[in-house]
Each structure stands twice: as structure tokens, then as C-alpha cells.
């Protein structure tokens, strides 16, 4: 699955849109990986966001991972995870969620991303690649060469770029070495979730592969 369709609650409002219809938006254009964020909801309305999403997703046959909350995720039913650098550790996540479930973390830095894989990892993100005014991460761009290097030391764990990501620039990431694009504000572009997740699926099927050389594995 080479798009990662992120449903953020603040970046629908903004583009006033409502986050289930985004999700379905997104779940029409084609997308079978959602993430679904909210860093401002509370428990309640967030769990009842991840049921509804988890329930439009299984009738496509698509997958939903919550961004950071393993209770939201195990509650829900979800199909896993996505954590960061200060949320509970991929280890902890998968004790809780089980063997099969989809465990993806964050890293920003050589340093992490090494740590990240000797977690039991499901994929391993890595960003902001472009500037982003849709997540702040509290760090700069790291660019393709990271996402390279990522690539490289992951071997058979999938990278995952995020951060500025676009319908124009998705292809040099792929070709970077990423099996993966996660992407928040440019699938909203022209608030027209379904339409916006088709161009980019076209776009990331016409990209190339990345060279063997990235050690680059395809199992998200």
C-alpha cells in the first residue's frame, strides 16, 4: 500500500470538513490504509470516530491504525497503531494489541530510526520530509537523503515518508526509497477527499520502485 490517508481532525475542520466523511472520501478514492488523528478529542468522541471509521472500512476491505492512543485502537477494533517518540513503546503497544496487529512509529533521526527497528515494528515512519504546516513534530525536514538512509538500515521493515508530502513531489519519495507516502493536508486540497486520493494513488502507481539497493521490504 504505497498511501497512508491520514484522517486528522484538525486539518478536516479546517478545511471544514467533516473527519467520517474525509475518512469515507478517502476509503472511495481508493485508499485501503487510513490513520485516523485527533490530538484534541476527547475519549468518548473519539472512540465513537474510530468506530464508525472501522466500520466504513471494513465493508472496502481497508484497514484503520489510530494515531497514538492503544486504547482508542484495542477498543475500536482497529487494525493497529501508529505511535510517536513520547507515546508508549512499539513493544508495549503490540503486548497490548497483539501479534497480528499493524504497530508504526515515528522517527526523525538516524538515532531513532535504529532504535525503532530493534521494536517489533510493523513499519518504521520517517519525516517531516518537506516543511509541513500540518503536524508540527518539533523537527526540521529532513529530506530524501534521510528517507534513503531510513530505507537502507530498515532492510525488510517498510518505510513510511511523511511530512509537506504532495500529489507533485509523492514520486521522488517512492523513488527515494519509501514504500509508503503518509499524507494529511494535500489530500484535502480542493476539499475533495475522494478525488484528491485518486490522483495520488494513480500518481504513486506510475512511480518506480526504489532501486534494490534501498533494502526496502513491502509489507504495508
Same mark, same amino acid.
Given at each position: 500500500?504505497?498511501?497512508?490517508?491520514?484522517?486528522?481532525?484538525?486539518?478536516?475542520?479546517?478545511?471544514?470538513?467533516?473527519? @467520517?466523511?474525509? +475518512?469515507? %472520501?478517502?476509503?472511495? !478514492?481508493?485508499?485501503? /490504509?487510513?490513520?485516523?488523528? $485527533?490530538?484534541? #478529542?476527547?475519549?468518548?468522541?473519539?472512540?465513537?470516530?474510530?468506530?464508525?471509521?472501522?466500520?466504513?472500512?471494513?465493508?472496502?476491505?481497508?484497514?484503520?491504525?489510530?494515531?497514538?492512543?492503544?486504547?482508542?485502537?484495542? @477498543?475500536?477494533? +482497529?487494525? %493497529?497503531?501508529?505511535? !510517536?517518540?513520547?507515546? /508508549?513503546?512499539?513493544?508495549? $503497544?503490540?503486548? #497490548?494489541?497483539?501479534?497480528?496487529?499493524?504497530?508504526?512509529?515515528?522517527?526523525?533521526?538516524?538515532?531513532?530510526?535504529?532504535?525503532?527497528?530493534?521494536?517489533?515494528?510493523?513499519?518504521?515512519?520517517?519525516?517531516?520530509?518537506?516543511?509541513? +504546516?500540518?503536524?508540527?513534530?518539533?523537527?526540521?525536514?529532513?529530506?530524501?537523503?534521510?528517507?534513503?538512509?531510513?530505507?537502507?538500515?530498515?532492510?525488510?521493515?517498510?518505510?513510511?515518508?511523511?511530512?509537506?508530502?504532495?500529489?507533485?513531489?509523492?514520486?521522488?519519495?517512492?523513488?527515494?526509497?519509501?514504500?509508503?507516502?503518509?499524507?494529511?493536508?494535500?489530500?484535502?486540497?480542493?476539499?475533495?477527499?475522494?478525488?484528491?486520493?485518486?490522483?495520488?494513488?494513480?500518481?504513486?502507481?506510475?512511480?518506480?520502485?526504489?532501486?534494490?539497493?534501498?533494502?526496502?521490504?513491502?509489507?504495508?
Amino acid at each position: 500500500m504505497r498511501l497512508h490517508a491520514i484522517v486528522d481532525v484538525e486539518a478536516s475542520a479546517r478545511a471544514g470538513l467533516i473527519p @467520517l466523511e474525509v +475518512a469515507r %472520501g478517502f476509503l472511495a !478514492g481508493g485508499a485501503r /490504509l487510513l490513520q485516523v488523528r $485527533a490530538k484534541t #478529542l476527547g475519549s468518548r468522541v473519539f472512540l465513537e470516530l474510530a468506530d464508525a471509521c472501522v466500520a466504513a472500512a471494513r465493508a472496502c476491505n481497508a484497514s484503520i491504525i489510530i494515531n497514538d492512543r492503544v486504547d482508542i485502537a484495542r @477498543l475500536s477494533g +482497529a487494525a %493497529g497503531v501508529h505511535v !510517536g517518540q513520547h507515546d /508508549l513503546s512499539p513493544s508495549d $503497544a503490540r503486548r #497490548l494489541l497483539g501479534d497480528t496487529a499493524i504497530v508504526g512509529v515515528s522517527t526523525h533521526t538516524i538515532q531513532q530510526i535504529e532504535a525503532a527497528l530493534r521494536e517489533p515494528v510493523s513499519y518504521v515512519a520517517i519525516g517531516p520530509v518537506f516543511g509541513t +504546516a500540518s503536524k508540527d513534530t518539533g523537527y526540521d525536514a529532513v529530506g530524501l537523503t534521510l528517507v534513503s538512509a531510513a530505507a537502507r538500515l530498515a532492510r525488510q521493515v517498510p518505510v513510511v515518508a511523511i511530512g509537506g508530502i504532495t500529489l507533485d513531489n509523492a514520486a521522488s519519495v517512492i523513488a527515494a526509497g519509501a514504500a509508503s507516502v503518509a499524507v494529511i493536508g494535500d489530500l484535502l486540497s480542493g476539499t475533495d477527499p475522494e478525488g484528491r486520493t485518486r490522483a495520488f494513488l494513480q500518481r504513486l502507481a506510475d512511480a518506480p520502485s526504489p532501486p534494490a539497493s534501498a533494502g526496502q521490504g513491502n509489507r504495508v
